[in-house]
């Protein structure tokens, strides 16, 4: 008899399932048109390695763009694109990000308290101006009649967008098309805090700084996050687009309900990197989907990673939106690096620091999956950006973490406490602090079994996260939705909802129960006493 | 160039993996031993399916099973067993439950509010006295040197329990195993109600026979039966554990600590099925798992589904543990059949009814999913048991629903909602009430149309759910647990869960705050008033 190992007959079932999709041609959605409404910056790079795999995969997709845009090419051979006005001015300048980095870091030498509230601040103006800009734009979608009907008439199938700014969101609903986020931020903060129930005890606030095992202090800070996130949506997201509601869609809409009519929501994160934390069926968890095995490096790249000998070499990032930190700042970098015996490959752009070792090599671009994956690779020094947290958990690297902006505080605090990573403020960052910690990284064995475990889990799932993702597309287009997996809770009122109507009822009830019990008993005291009393009285009349 | 369609890509790597684990042998957790605690009748049914999975897989598996259990072998091919005492005298008598089938179909007569909260009554009593002997069962395997020894000789990998008896629950902490549940039902009802959040608006409570589009009378009727499954849980089955917890565990330890501390609960439904609520990132659908491609039929009874025509057949089954029903029930079913064009094939165990036709067959055991698969079947007559609803979902095949005992009742309503299903009640079930429906059933185009939508979309699945069942498992053994994927919120006190402990401070501080500002406000109008006062003064004085 042949012998066939234990998960023989589940492999032949996918092995045999494999040939059949080979022999017998794409699934049935193949050739679906597909609107796109992605973000700009580093959101874009997340849209397209979805995009590239649809469109190999023989889906149509259309694009829409700003005429300003930073990242997304008005030319694609996978995609037709459409110029709209999205962003203005400012918000088109990248310089701008820059400023408000040198502002942040600025700030973050007050005292904390003082300091987050200033932050929260800060991205309370963004939020505000944003989507002051975001329903502006919608608004002349909208109210652009040719336009409209080359969308009503290009019969999409799906709309794919990033709801972090809700053109999207708004357009797709107005459209009537089957929904699929793409999603990390939304709102006020991450994506769960919108779509699942958040318990503010162990669920921290998106910019809180918190971890999910919180003592009493944090958690009254983790409420204030929580309120003020509540006050964001409604006294300054919600008003923005109410214009554009009143005019096009029906009575009560405002952007949370069309936010929560989305059918399927791929969250880029998993719970290898996440606090685990309530959730939805229909969130689909596909964080580290971009990242893929690492590739070959340039000769010459190459050839400076082998001449790191036994010691390796150390990586240096800090992402595509912000290129520039304060001179004293790589000053003191530079020279920490220049007293490693590791070699360092730096993605640098401004003057080049005058500390500088020759161990380090300065560039402007990097291949960094490649670079991250490459066997020489210690360490990396990265800002925290979500991007590259996933592909130093896919490769298994430690982390030194320098955050500036948005949520790159919170990812690598989630790395951190996994002992996967070490967190440094850029601001008051010196030299030999700077040497310490990425000595530590390097030297204890901890950071990097830890960040293997990462890896290892990260690794171990049943499908690849992008295969997940373009399933679970697929799904929805084949399907028509997905409302099935749709909460009903979300219809409801918040008094509703929160059953508060329930609980005054039931405490009326009770309350009117306990009032008559004690009149009853009342009664009967009294009327027994009184009996009592003309007993009492017969008997004296009788005795007297 | 060869034209690969769209997913070839993904099938190739599929297609890879699958020759890779041929070829390459087991996996690394293959020859696993599992600790296996199940529970008896319909659940073992559930429960050996997957043993059979994971026993071809490799894995080598020990079932503790009752001395007196009804359903589970003391000797098979696929696992050791070990007796243990389990259930007692009447708890193992299967007709103690068709008794109370009769007495919950009396009751069922009594009007709406009463019937439900005797019904509820009658639970409490099963469950407290269930749990009474559960904790003394758990009590007797501990106190055992000679048992535990051999547990603890044994070096199991793995506890696979279903916790609706929980002595696995408590074996398994004891031991200290990565646990991993096969659960649907635990402590006062559904799975999710003890680890997800389940806002009372619109997840209703088990045996509430509600749904999840509540209006404001039923959200009260669910907060009752919410108010009522806390009094169950704390005051009826915790204390019968106090115990063995006091003597075993450290302090604080309850049965809901233990139960949240499980690594994986595969849940034995899916949301083609339930209502969608909030779910926790290590809980794993697997509804369906059970459901296989129907066989061929035995040649007589295929001959007599072929007998049928085009009209087809009517299956009819109510089940594995309660097999008898009223004369004058099965009377009015038999003569009402006895009227349909269609053939009828009835699992049917008792008094052969005078009113029988010449289109029923009477069996006394019917290979269920070979003949709900059989095309030739158009409407299955069902108690509402979840193993025969997955079957009705996995073929395609209307519901006519009779629901008897426990969740029946709320399983029923599920496909009811959907299109797919009628209910009638059996203990006032006529002749022609009971054909109507069944004419209904069988004439109206939209249930067979509702339940094969269903049917569909249970299918549209990435991976079948045994694989995703076996995955899980396999994950728990290879990764020693996952305790990455247990929410933190677990083990906070109760009024810290809430926060309750926060808005006290906050209400505190505001409460104080608004306090101070009148008192300054008041201050200052005072002094202000009395300086006026004594200008006025002044001013008179001048003036006079």
């Not at 990586?315 to 004293?328: F, H, K, N, T």
């Not at 490649?370 to 990265?382: E, I, M, N």
């Not at 990812?411 to 960052?429: D, I």
């Amino acid at each position: 008899m042949l012998f066939l190992p234990g998960n023989a007959s589940m492999m032949i079932s996918i092995f045999l399932t494999g040939l059949c999709f080979l022999f017998l041609g794409p699934t049935c959605c193949s050739g679906s048109r597909i609107l796109v409404v992605p973000v700009d910056g580093s959101h874009w790079i997340n849209m397209e390695v979805i995009l590239r795999e649809l469109h190999s995969r023989g889906h149509i997709m259309t694009v829409l763009r700003s005429d300003k845009s930073w990242y997304i090419p008005s030319n694609s051979s996978i995609f037709t694109s459409i110029n709209v006005t999205m962003l203005e001015d400012e918000a088109a300048d990248i310089n701008y990000y820059n400023k408000m980095l040198l502002d942040v870091m600025e700030r973050r030498r007050l005292p904390t308290f003082i300091r987050t509230f200033y932050q929260q601040y800060l991205i309370t103006y963004m939020l505000a101006k944003g989507h002051e800009i975001m329903a502006r734009s919608v608004s002349t979608m909208l109210d652009d009649p040719v336009f409209m009907k080359k969308m009503q008439d290009s019969k999409f199938d799906l709309i794919l967008t990033d709801p972090a700014l809700p053109i999207g969101v708004v357009l797709g609903s107005y459209l009537k098309l089957p929904m699929v986020f793409n999603v990390r931020w939304i709102n006020t903060g991450e994506g769960h805090l919108t779509i699942a129930p958040s318990p503010v005890s162990y669920v921290p606030v998106s910019g809180s700084e918190l971890h999910d095992q919180m003592d009493f202090l944090e958690r009254t800070k983790n409420m204030l996050h929580s309120i003020y996130s509540f006050v964001e949506q409604h006294f300054f997201i919600n008003p923005a687009y109410s214009d554009v509601f009143q005019r096009y869609f029906p009575p009560g809409t405002d952007l949370l309900s069309l936010e929560l009519a989305a059918d399927i929501w791929l969250v880029r994160t998993d719970f290898v990197f996440e606090f685990p934390r309530p959730t939805m069926p229909n969130v689909v968890y596909i964080g580290g989907f971009q990242c893929t095995k690492s590739g070959p490096l340039p000769v010459e790249l190459e050839a400076f990673m082998q001449s790191s000998g036994e010691h390796g070499v150390v990586v240096m990032s800090l992402g595509s939106l912000v290129s520039a930190l304060p001179r004293e700042t790589t000053e003191a970098i530079a020279a920490a690096f220049a007293q490693l015996p590791q070699k360092v490959v730096w993605r640098f752009v401004g003057e080049r620091p005058s500390s500088l070792g020759n161990n380090t090599l300065l560039v402007k671009w990097l291949p960094q999956k490649d670079l991250l994956g490459h066997p020489k690779t210690r360490a990396f020094v990265a800002h925290g950006g979500t991007n590259g947290m996933y592909e130093a958990i896919y490769h298994g690297v430690p982390v030194l973490g320098l955050p500036l902006l948005f949520d790159q505080f919170d990812n690598l605090l989630r790395l951190k406490e996994r002992g996967a990573a070490r967190v440094m403020e850029a601001n008051s960052l010196t030299k030999e602090d700077f040497l310490e910690a990425l000595k530590d990284i390097l030297e204890t064995p901890s950071y990097r079994n830890n960040i293997q475990r990462l890896s290892q889990l990260h690794h171990d799932q049943p499908m690849s996260p992008m295969d997940t993702a373009i399933f679970w597309i697929e799904y929805v287009i084949r399907n028509k939705g997905a409302a099935h997996l749709q909460s009903a809770g979300f219809s409801l009122p918040w008094y509703s909802y929160f059953c508060l109507d329930v609980a005054v009822l039931i405490m009326a009830l009770t309350g009117a129960f306990v009032w008559a019990s004690v009149l009853v008993c009342k009664v009967i005291c009294c009327r027994s006493s009184r009996r009592k009393n003309v007993g009492g009285g017969d008997h004296t009349h009788i005795v007297s």
